[in-house]
């Protein structure tokens, strides 16, 4: 029997295949499925299938991230070939559009989806392929295997999201502090200590202080910058770095990194074609721009604080692409 | 288990670029230590900026002057120990002109009444909000990141600061 009552009903997926256990999930003219160890992506071009793999952990790792963030801004490359564009509504699938081979040889392909019909498919498909003790949140040396055939499922650990914070966290009516969380093993020396506030009687409301090394010490997941503070469209979205960065993210705007703690590589390449541009190293205390024609992909070795500083302001996507605005945030 | 590296004005080691088409000065790479240990106390020296928004680095040093903006900014202490203490202003919002942005630097303490202070060490952050008056007081140098949007006394010279 085919059980459809914990699919939504705008996801298309086959019945478990008889040997992996896996479902398989059609989106427009996309087809995703799973074996032991990879995601095969096909789609139509110039009038036959084409299709791309990918180990699976790496994409879940990916896809993880996607809805995460909401499809986050821009491009979320899951690797050289797959991934997702967000138009803040709706949301571009495509496979090689920003490949440089797959476009000149025009087997590319892109499909635009309502938002919601993209992310309950995408959902839909962590749900059935994340096993019991994958987390795909969590760097490697934190969690088990996203291998083999299909054995239970890990829902707590895919449905947390990014964490919408209005003002600061810790102030009455906005998102908690982390007290309840463990320090991430790769953090144990990190102070724990928290300001001392000392408000005259009546301002007890107004004065606000934490410890925020101590807050992303407490990070249960790695790659998810969530906001810290925000001064009208300016938004400090700070994150814990571990292993990889599971996307490649080409960004509609530009956007600045602030290395808070030990050292991250980020390889950087052209946003429209994946030709590599540079490698930066960052370490405490650097901070630099990530320009507006670029996609980036960063290493970090050992679990490190990194500050993502957004510029959330809407419009900004078309004024950087009709030239208005430079890729690249000052000139000197 | 390895030790979690933080940079201070003492000790700071400034990252790099390999570049393998493009420029260097594309990324606006700065190390906030650095540009703290060559700036005299306070200087609020640009080391981000989108646009309207920055982030300043500021080395902290004695008493600052006493700033306010009509919107709310953050200071997260990146070294040292450093006190904020704040003052409301009698008459609201008369420190920094509604819908202005950006710091402003007062001519001493407001007129106004003493809402408290925080004592921050390294990595603690604090809300300096809108239409309050503040001062940073350090006893020996620290740095301060500041989030805010590009006011008068905001210093750009990114030829100096920057990686090329």
Redesign the interface.
């Known amino acids: 029997m085919m059980d459809m009552s914990t699919l939504p009903q705008n996801v298309r997926a086959s019945q478990p295949d008889a040997i992996t256990g896996y479902r398989t999930f059609q989106l427009g003219h996309f087809e995703f499925s799973r074996d032991a160890y990879f995601v095969t992506v096909k789609w139509p071009a110039q009038g036959t299938q084409h299709s791309h793999q990918m180990h699976a952990d790496a994409f879940l790792r990916a896809m993880m991230r996607d809805i995460a963030w909401g499809f986050f801004y821009g491009w979320v490359n899951f690797d050289e070939v797959l991934g997702t564009r967000n138009h803040y509504g709706k949301v571009d699938l495509y496979a090689g559009s920003f490949n440089a081979s797959y476009k000149a040889a025009g087997v590319d392909f892109l499909e635009q989806f309502d938002t919601p019909v993209i992310m309950a498919t995408f959902k839909a498909i962590m749900k059935d392929w994340v096993n019991e003790g994958f987390d795909p949140f969590a760097a490697p040396e934190e969690t088990g295997t996203a291998f083999g055939a299909k054995h239970g499922d890990n829902v707590a650990a895919i449905e947390r999201t990014r964490i919408a914070t209005k003002?600061?966290p810790g102030?009455e009516g906005d998102s908690p502090l982390r007290d309840d969380f463990p320090v991430n093993?790769?953090?144990?020396?990190?102070?724990q200590?928290?300001?001392?506030?000392?408000?005259?009687p009546g301002?007890e409301k107004?004065?606000?202080?934490?410890?925020?090394?101590?807050y992303l010490s407490r990070s249960d997941v790695t790659w998810n910058p969530s906001v810290?503070?925000?001064?009208?469209?300016?938004l400090?979205c700070p994150t814990t770095e571990e292993f990889v960065l599971p996307v490649f993210h080409g960004n509609d705007?530009?956007?600045?990194f602030?290395?808070?703690?030990?050292?991250i590589v980020w390889d950087v390449a052209?946003k429209n074609t994946g030709?590599?541009?540079?490698?930066?190293?960052?370490?405490?205390?650097?901070?630099?721009?990530?320009?507006a024609d670029i996609r980036h992909k960063g290493y970090s070795q050992?679990r490190s604080m990194l500050l993502v500083?957004?510029?959330a302001?809407p419009n900004l996507p078309k004024r950087y692409e009709s030239g208005e605005?430079s890729?690249?945030?000052?000139q000197? | 288990m390895q030790q979690t590296t933080f940079g201070s004005l003492e000790h700071f080691q400034k990252g790099s670029i390999e570049i393998i088409k493009g420029k260097a000065e594309h990324y606006a790479f700065s190390n906030i230590y650095e540009v703290a240990s060559g700036a005299p106390p306070y200087q609020k020296t640009v080391v981000g900026k989108n646009l309207k928004f920055v982030i300043e680095s500021l080395r902290a040093e004695g008493d600052s002057p006493w700033y306010a903006a009509a919107h709310d900014e953050f200071v997260v202490v990146m070294d040292g120990d450093v006190t904020v203490h704040y003052i409301k202003p009698d008459v609201a919002g008369s420190l920094a002109p509604a819908d202005s942005e950006g710091t402003y630097t007062l001519d001493g303490a407001p007129q106004g009444k003493s809402m408290g202070y925080v004592k921050l060490g390294r990595g603690h952050q604090a809300i300096l909000p809108a239409g309050v008056a503040y001062q940073f007081r350090a006893a020996k140098p620290g740095v301060l990141i500041v989030q805010t949007i590009l006011g008068p006394n905001s210093v750009e010279k990114w030829n100096d600061i920057c990686l090329q």
């Not at chain 1, 107004?206 to 101590?214: G, I, S, T």
């Not at chain 1, 810290?228 to 300016?234: A, G, Q, R």
Request: net charge negative; proline share 7%.
């Open positions: 003002r600061m102030l093993r790769q953090f144990n020396d990190v102070a200590d928290e300001p001392e506030i000392h408000a005259e301002f107004e004065l606000h202080a934490f410890n925020l090394f101590k810290t503070s925000v001064c009208k469209e300016s400090f705007r530009v956007e600045w602030l290395q808070m703690s030990d050292e052209d030709e590599p541009r540079a490698r930066v190293t960052m370490r405490a205390g650097d901070i630099a721009a990530m320009p050992k500083w957004e510029n302001t605005l890729p690249y945030p000052v000197f």
